[in-house]
């Protein structure tokens, strides 16, 4: 399993910031993720960018045990 880290509004939205799910991609894991979590965190979880091991990532990325996906929400300021 991977495990998956949460910052901001998608963090409020699952109602924690780390988790472990299943998934031998990306996109499997991000599914698990929705499922889980609910319609909010979906809503919010769309407009994140998800990175891998540090690195942006697509959905089809292999994942294996002790990888870290994180979710980032937008930045904004000035």
Do not use: I
Request: net charge negative; hydrophobic share 45%.
């Amino acid at each position: 399993m991977a495990r998956l880290r949460l910052f901001g509004p998608v963090r409020e939205a699952a109602g924690l910031g780390e988790d472990e799910l299943p998934g031998e991609t990306l996109d499997e894991l991000l599914a698990a993720a929705r499922e889980r979590y609910g319609a909010r965190f979906s809503a919010v979880a769309e407009r994140c960018v998800v990175w891998v091991n540090g690195e942006a990532a697509p959905g089809g990325t292999p994942l294996v045990a002790g990888d870290e996906v994180a979710l980032l929400p937008p930045v904004s300021g000035g």
